[in-house]
């Protein structure tokens, strides 16, 4: 059996989550249904993570395994004919059979984007968060970046359940934590890269950065918060619209080692 | 009465074009809507020309007779509001009372976006034209050129009608003609500014840039099919997702002189 590995790109606005349901049009129910047209087979794709309904993604990771010998750029031009636009194939390579593309993944990047501008273009909302109001450069940034390094986050999780479905703890490490100011443009980003998120993590942080930069909190609260493993000391969770998986990084000796086809 | 002045942006997605319909969603149906909800009187809404189905605009312009003595600044609001998020209202200004959305155009400009990379990204297909082939930027520059000046258009019309449903002269001076390439992006955008184009003629003409870029005609065919008058002798009509109106101007006395509200 060969082990493929898939890069994705979805605009989550029409789907009910990256996961699989029986009535519901998921990311990954497509791109099954798609698979067994493609192969003939009934063919389980398992990704990187879930992306909750309405969250888009850059760069998604999935694998599967197949027993069918079709080229891997014959199955990206394929698979895309049979996806709606809103689900992208990017990539599909051969990779070693041992890899997981949820066990292995070393680190996931999230962009968040806000709009601050009294009014939202209709050509971008789909892809942010409207929030019409001043926000503090200095404060937003600070705060931001205390959430770098190795915390529990159970205070920014949905509670009980994290999106690895594990439940159990809520440490994870955070490489970098920053808002990106783009300028002359009232579009901010925030971006966050980590080893792991719990459930609602990122859109809980920024519900809190929000109200940090409204001046609701302090930016020092941040530690606050963290040490309390309390979600109601937490802001609220940012709509999923804002949201979009940026990229999921594997180490080198998973990812690059090619398997063997059949 | 007063005259007011809108400035709207449009995501045309799921629209029938601009103009009412009476069973189908329409921007202009839109507006007249959330007008009659926020004045309560039957508001008819006169755009500076009508849209197709599926084209979007960013700068839009219309106008509107009302008694009504909300200030501008709450119309903005109260309309954004009763909107959906695919329309919304950038501005409105008070304006004299002769000013007329239609009549005293003096340039439009529109863009068409296109993507010549193998895929199209599902964060903004719905804002471009997916064209996966190779294109000679020399010979669509070049082509796209030799439409400046005043020229019989009507081989890039649609047949028989324009977008300003005169119906007659197929005329038209554009001011500029150009292909925009993003270094280091797969999307070229086509902008065209004139003084008013006939009905589809944007997309007519990127339908004939495209054959003159892959290679299928030569870029001085472009003289030939003007002064053939002849809609066959062009290319095919490109997609509507990908056009967008980008600004409309008008001449600066009918435009900056203020109405006197009531």
Partial sequence: MRNVRLIIAYDGTDFHGWQRQPDEPTVQGCLEEALAGLTGDAISVCGSGRTDAGVHAQHQVANFHTASTIPC???????????????????????????????????????????TAPICSPLVWRYVCHHPYPLDRERISAAARLLE??????????????????????????????????????????EVM??????????NIVGTLLEVGGGKRMSEDIRDILSARDRSRAGPTAP?????????EYAAAVADTRGKAG
């Fill in 73 to 115: 750029a014959n199955i990206v031009k394929a698979l895309n004919d049979l996806l709606p636009p809103t689900v992208q194939v990017k990539q599909a390579e051969d990779v070693a059979a041992n890899f997981h593309a949820r066990y292995h993944v070393r680190r996931k990047t999230y962009r968040y984007r806000i709009v």
């Fill in 149 to 190: 390094g190795e915390h529990d986050f159970t205070s920014f999780a949905a509670v009980g359940e994290n999106e690895e479905g594990e439940g159990e703890s809520g440490v994870r490490r955070i490489f970098h934590s920053r808002i990106l100011w783009r300028p002359r443009s009232s579009m901010l980003i925030y």
């Fill in 194 to 203: 980590g080893n792991g998120f719990l459930r609602y993590m990122v859109r």
């Fill in 240 to 248: 999923a619209q804002g949201l979009c998986l940026a990229n999921v």
